[in-house]
């Protein structure tokens, strides 16, 4: 038998060939060895597990060196710690020193603890180049864990190691500082979570089961959209759908519109959500900018919304509701509502095409009554398709629009949004109307019992109001016909409108074929020569070689006896100062020759403009 002593720390001895480190079995293992086991590992279960895992393996070794040298009651507390770095040395860790200490020691209580010191040529440094590379960060997570684990154990009081500076990051050396960890807070715990770390098995059967349960959320799921996209299939309507999904969720749904009005529900009642709905604490313009899925707390409970998109545009809102004993399952039922909003998108998407195809097939049917290609008998027989009455009164009307300014919006987009913006308003006022389409206008036809005694003045008004609110920077003007019986003379009453509409203004965009009054019954094509005659004898130079300046005098004239000589209305209208406008009578005057205050000549005057306006609609607009 034979024994080696190495500054009385570390006995070694063989015994039957083996070798035993202070009485300890022991085994030599290679530092490059050590390495590769490192690396390996590191590489299969990545390094933020495993250096926790190095640091509670040097933690161990450390804490048994520390008992071994608790044992020699001759040293001062001092001395034993001084004696970690020594072992750490013989052990062949790193040359290691302290640079500086401060303890202080009361009564068995540690009152201070500070030391600083320096590791060279640390084989774990070593061994992270050689496999790794220099990298940024430090990297010596076993003597860390032996410092930790050595002091602690001689103290009876956790310590905490740290490495400042690495070998590994290219430093010329390792620098470490120990501190009490209480002063270390949050920087140690993340090298004492190991002992709150599961086991690799224990947290991959928990990683089964999480993903079991995902398997299962995603075939209920999967299910009730199957059986949702069943429903769609076979042409059955929404609240089909919704019957099934209750069914399935055993929650109350709701599918609302753009302006959360409720198109339908299932599991609750009109009249008690109406109640609920008041309590809901965000405001109407939060939630139109909800664009995904949203959990919103209300009094009773909790909200869960998804928008509705058709085409890239919300067009509106799938929602559950929970009462407050009812905790949602915030993945499934995202998920589900996820889906119904794609249900709902698409039933939307049929909609849509089954009103476009029928206005379509309406819009072919204006344009044949307007060319005249039926006879009376025929067309009536033709709108009983389309549960239209054509035998009665009727009105057509001209809706003109156009772009104020200059606007990013292409005239494409102008003439599909206000298409659709009037299909949708008299849509959901149930007004039955043909809607046909012309280059920068449409022509509608409204008879009188699908206005239910309401005056189509006031209706076209309401109509105009609503496309100023949904489409802006855009002007529109309404011209609206007399009154017909015939249906065979719609090309004629169209004609009326398009004469009342060259009479609209910003400021009164409507105009019947009545306030034409004589002039709208005279004007034709077989008399038009002596209406331009009688516009050239009673305007005279004012009507002569047009351009912009002569176009405001037009237009001031025009106004002027539209209100009744008024200067002060007058000058409103046309946003002038009444000293502008008075300028620009006298220079009226002086073209005209004559006095504008007599009410023969104000009469004659106005008649002559209303039928300039009329037949020469185009020549004028070219100077707007």
Same mark, same amino acid.
């Given at each position: 038998?034979?024994?080696?002593?190495?500054?009385?720390?570390?006995?070694?001895?063989?015994?039957?060939?083996?070798?035993?480190?202070?009485?300890?079995?022991?085994?030599?293992?290679?530092?490059?060895?050590?390495?590769?086991?490192?690396?390996?590992?590191?590489?299969?279960?990545?390094?933020?597990?495993?250096?926790?895992?190095?640091?509670?393996?040097?933690?161990?070794?450390?804490?048994?060196?520390?008992?071994?040298?608790?044992?020699?009651?001759?040293?001062?507390?001092?001395?034993?710690?001084?004696?970690?770095?020594?072992?750490?040395?013989?052990?062949?860790?790193?040359?290691?020193?302290?640079?500086?200490?401060?303890?202080?020691?009361?009564?068995?209580?540690?009152?201070?603890?500070?030391?600083?010191?320096?590791?060279?040529?640390?084989?774990?440094?070593?061994?992270?180049?050689?496999?790794?590379?220099?990298?940024?960060?430090?990297?010596?997570?076993?003597?860390?864990?032996?410092?930790?684990?050595?002091?602690?154990?001689?103290?009876?009081?956790?310590?905490?190691?740290?490495?400042?500076?690495?070998?590994?990051?290219?430093?010329?050396?390792?620098?470490?500082?120990?501190?009490?960890?209480?002063?270390?807070?949050?920087?140690?715990?993340?090298?004492?979570?190991?002992?709150?770390?599961?086991?690799?098995?224990?947290?991959?059967?928990?990683?089964?089961?999480?993903?079991?349960?995902?398997?299962?959320?995603?075939?209920?799921?999967?299910?009730?959209?199957?059986?949702?996209?069943?429903?769609?299939?076979?042409?059955?309507?929404?609240? +089909?759908?919704? *019957? !099934?999904?209750? #069914?399935?969720?055993?929650?109350?749904?709701?599918?609302? &519109?753009?302006? %959360?009005? $409720?198109?339908?529900?299932?599991?609750?009642?009109?009249?008690?959500?109406?109640?609920?709905?008041?309590?809901?604490?965000?405001?109407?313009?939060?939630?139109?900018?909800?664009?995904?899925?949203?959990?919103?707390?209300?009094?009773?409970?909790?909200?869960?919304?998804?928008?509705?998109?058709?085409?890239?545009?919300?067009?509106?809102?799938?929602?559950?509701?929970?009462?407050?004993?009812?905790?949602?399952?915030?993945?499934?039922?995202?998920?589900?509502?996820?889906?119904?909003?794609?249900?709902?998108?698409?039933?939307?998407?049929?909609?849509?095409?089954?009103?476009?195809?029928?206005?379509?097939?309406?819009?072919?049917?204006?344009?044949?009554?307007?060319?005249?290609?039926? +006879?009376?008998? *025929? !067309?009536?027989? #033709?709108?009983?398709?389309?549960?239209?009455?054509?035998? &009665?009164?009727? %009105?057509? $009307?001209?809706?003109?629009?156009?772009?104020?300014?200059?606007?990013?919006?292409?005239?494409?987009?102008?003439?599909?949004?206000?298409?659709?913006?009037?299909?949708?308003?008299?849509?959901?006022?149930?007004?039955?109307?043909?809607?046909?389409?012309?280059?920068?206008?449409?022509?509608?036809?409204?008879?009188?019992?699908?206005?239910?005694?309401?005056?189509?003045?006031?209706?076209?008004?309401?109509?105009?109001?609503?496309?100023?609110?949904?489409?802006?920077?855009?002007?529109?003007?309404?011209?609206?016909?007399?009154?017909?019986?015939?249906?065979?003379?719609?090309?004629?009453?169209?004609?009326?409108?398009?004469?009342?509409?060259?009479?609209?203004?910003?400021?009164?965009?409507?105009?019947?074929?009545?306030?034409?009054?004589?002039?709208?019954?005279?004007?034709?094509?077989?008399?038009?020569?002596?209406?331009?005659?009688?516009?050239?004898?009673?305007?005279?130079?004012?009507?002569?070689?047009?351009?912009?300046?002569?176009?405001?005098?037009?237009?001031?004239?025009?106004?002027?006896?539209?209100?009744?000589?008024?200067?002060?209305?007058?000058?409103?209208?046309?946003?002038?100062?009444?000293?502008?406008?008075?300028?620009?009578?006298?220079?009226?005057?002086?073209?005209?020759?004559?006095?504008?205050?007599?009410?023969?000549?104000?009469?004659?005057?106005?008649?002559?403009?209303?039928?300039?306006?009329?037949?020469?609609?185009?020549?004028?607009?070219?100077?707007?």
């Amino acid at each position: 038998m034979q024994t080696l002593k190495l500054h009385d720390l570390i006995h070694i001895k063989q015994v039957n060939e083996l070798l035993f480190a202070n009485n300890e079995r022991s085994v030599v293992v290679s530092t490059k060895a050590f390495g590769a086991m490192q690396r390996d590992l590191i590489e299969n279960m990545g390094i933020n597990r495993l250096k926790t895992f190095f640091f509670k393996y040097g933690y161990h070794l450390g804490e048994e060196d520390a008992i071994e040298v608790a044992k020699n009651e001759s040293l001062s507390m001092l001395e034993k710690i001084e004696y970690g770095p020594i072992i750490h040395a013989l052990k062949g860790h790193a040359r290691s020193r302290i640079t500086e200490k401060d303890f202080e020691m009361e009564n068995n209580v540690i009152k201070s603890f500070r030391f600083k010191g320096i590791w060279e040529n640390s084989f774990e440094a070593e061994q992270h180049i050689r496999n790794f590379g220099i990298n940024k960060g430090t990297f010596c997570y076993t003597l860390t864990g032996y410092a930790t684990g050595y002091i602690t154990a001689l103290l009876g009081q956790k310590v905490f190691f740290k490495e400042l500076e690495c070998e590994g990051e290219g430093a010329p050396y390792c620098i470490w500082e120990g501190r009490l960890v209480s002063e270390w807070k949050e920087e140690a715990e993340e090298f004492f979570s190991y002992s709150k770390e599961l086991p690799i098995l224990k947290e991959l059967e928990q990683t089964n089961e999480m993903l079991m349960l995902e398997k299962n959320n995603i075939a209920l799921v999967s299910k009730t959209y199957n059986e949702m996209t069943n429903e769609l299939i076979k042409g059955n309507n929404i609240d +089909s759908i919704l *019957e !099934i999904l209750n #069914k399935q969720i055993n929650l109350p749904i709701i599918i609302e &519109d753009i302006r %959360h009005q $409720v198109i339908t529900l299932k599991g609750i009642t009109v009249d008690g959500y109406e109640t609920i709905r008041k309590t809901f604490n965000f405001s109407k313009n939060r939630s139109q900018n909800v664009t995904k899925f949203n959990f919103l707390s209300f009094e009773n409970g909790t909200r869960l919304i998804t928008p509705i998109y058709l085409l890239g545009k919300i067009v509106g809102y799938c929602s559950f509701l929970y009462d407050r004993g009812r905790t949602p399952n915030s993945e499934i039922d995202s998920m589900i509502v996820d889906r119904l909003a794609s249900i709902c998108s698409l039933l939307f998407l049929k909609e849509k095409a089954e009103i476009e195809s029928l206005e379509l097939v309406k819009g072919h049917f204006l344009e044949e009554i307007i060319s005249g290609k039926y +006879s009376q008998q *025929e !067309i009536i027989r #033709k709108a009983d398709f389309i549960q239209l009455d054509l035998s &009665d009164h009727y %009105h057509m $009307v001209l809706l003109n629009y156009k772009f104020m300014k200059k606007c990013e919006e292409k005239e494409f987009t102008l003439h599909k949004n206000t298409f659709e913006a009037v299909s949708t308003f008299f849509r959901e006022r149930s007004i039955n109307v043909l809607i046909g389409q012309q280059p920068d206008s449409i022509v509608l036809l409204f008879t009188e019992k699908q206005l239910n005694q309401q005056k189509i003045e006031s209706t076209i008004w309401s109509l105009i109001s609503n496309l100023k609110k949904g489409i802006k920077n855009a002007l529109f003007l309404a011209g609206i016909s007399s009154q017909n019986s015939k249906i065979v003379d719609a090309g004629v009453a169209v004609e009326e409108a398009r004469s009342a509409v060259r009479l609209s203004s910003r400021e009164k965009p409507v105009t019947s074929f009545s306030e034409l009054g004589i002039i709208g019954v005279l004007i034709n094509d077989q008399n038009e020569n002596a209406i331009r005659k009688m516009i050239r004898d009673t305007l005279g130079d004012l009507c002569e070689k047009l351009d912009s300046n002569k176009i405001e005098l037009i237009e001031t004239l025009y106004h002027f006896l539209v209100n009744g000589g008024n200067l002060e209305q007058t000058a409103e209208n046309l946003a002038l100062s009444k000293s502008g406008l008075r300028y620009r009578l006298t220079k009226i005057t002086d073209l005209l020759g004559c006095d504008l205050r007599d009410p023969q000549r104000q009469f004659q005057l106005l008649m002559a403009l209303k039928a300039l306006k009329i037949v020469d609609h185009d020549r004028l607009k070219k100077f707007q």
